[in-house]
């Protein structure tokens, strides 16, 4: 459990080096690479979206790509294509850069529907089929995707198939005045993405994230969990609540949070830590309730104060 806790630290403090001071943000990023999750950045340009991704790959060692999306990016684009080899008289398989451990979909949204499907079946089932033929991604394998919250023209939203297959959803947000000119001061000669260096490689990730699976979780707070879920369902202002998806999405990355933590088991604390990130994503507004200024994270939040908090059980075998 100690080596585990350390090796996270030093991934999270490494990361902390060129993305200064957002510790939440940032070890929320690495709880969805020990979930074997996928993240969705939203935030305006400028905040350090694209060096979070970065640093996180270099930090552990895996291959990186980064794909900017546009409306002219077709699906072969990012998957791959075949291509016929006049020597030999055969196709052979040209990989796209959605081979690589950490993938960057940057401005996810401004892709067609058409290439942002291309997406689904890697995301979810860790695979994808060009040709007829199925190919494995690589393990460990994220997608680290970003979209600009502000700036709609010439986008296309993401379909809900696309955003429920993201584990959580975060913001950077601005820096404070201080943090703001530590970065100044650092960025001053050269940028410290330059001089980040591996500091655990992927066979410890792997090893990471099979222990992530080892964390224990009470029935108690298992159910808190599909209740809060549940609830979203439920509530009278929401078209469409969480899916089963989402219940897995907050069980394991809370499984993760309590690893980072150094716990070998999940409190209600590390739950309510993730509620927005996990769930407010995969949350749909009705019209009606979306007239009267509503918003998914208010309601996830008033579920979240509503709903009973469980005590713990003490002396259950593990």
């Not at 270099?58 to 546009?70: A, L, W």
């Not at 959803?169 to 940028?191: F, K, N, W």
């Not at 490689?201 to 699976?213: A, F, G, K, P, S």
């Amino acid at each position: 459990m100690n080596q585990a806790v350390q090796a996270i630290d030093s991934v999270i403090a490494n990361v902390e080096r060129v993305i200064v001071g957002k510790r939440t943000e940032v070890e929320l990023a690495v709880v969805g690479l020990l979930a074997q999750g996928h993240v969705l950045i939203e935030d305006v340009p400028g905040v350090g979206k694209t060096m979070l991704a970065r640093s996180i790959a270099r930090s552990v060692g895996c291959d990186f790509k980064r794909i900017q999306f546009t409306p002219d990016l077709l699906p072969s684009d990012v998957t791959g294509v075949s291509i016929y080899n006049q020597k030999t008289g055969e196709f052979y398989f040209h990989a796209g850069p959605i081979m690589a451990q950490i993938v960057l979909a940057d401005e996810i949204n401004r892709a067609t529907p058409k290439t942002q499907s291309a997406l689904l079946e890697c995301m979810e089932e860790r695979q994808m089929t060009v040709d007829g033929v199925t190919y494995r991604m690589p393990d460990p394998f994220m997608v680290m995707a970003t979209q600009n919250p502000i700036e709609y023209e010439g986008t296309f939203p993401l379909p809900e198939a696309q955003v429920d297959r993201f584990l959580l959803r975060l913001s950077l947000g601005y820096p404070s005045r201080q943090q703001e000119i530590a970065i100044l001061e650092q960025q001053q000669r050269t940028h410290p993405i330059d001089d980040l260096v591996q500091v655990i490689d992927t066979e410890q990730v792997r090893r990471l994230q099979q222990q992530v699976r080892e964390v224990y979780v009470d029935p108690l707070v298992r159910d808190y969990i599909v209740g809060l879920a549940e609830a979203t369902r439920q509530h009278p202002d929401v078209y469409l609540g969480a899916s089963p998806r989402g219940s897995l999405a907050l069980f394991r990355a809370a499984q993760a949070l309590a690893l980072i933590r150094g716990r070998d088991f999940v409190t209600p604390d590390d739950i309510k830590h993730l509620v927005r990130p996990a769930l407010v994503h995969r949350v749909i507004v009705g019209p009606a309730a979306r007239m009267r200024n509503v918003k998914a994270e208010g309601i996830v939040v008033e579920l979240m104060e509503s709903i009973p908090i469980p005590g713990i059980r003490r002396g259950v075998a593990r």
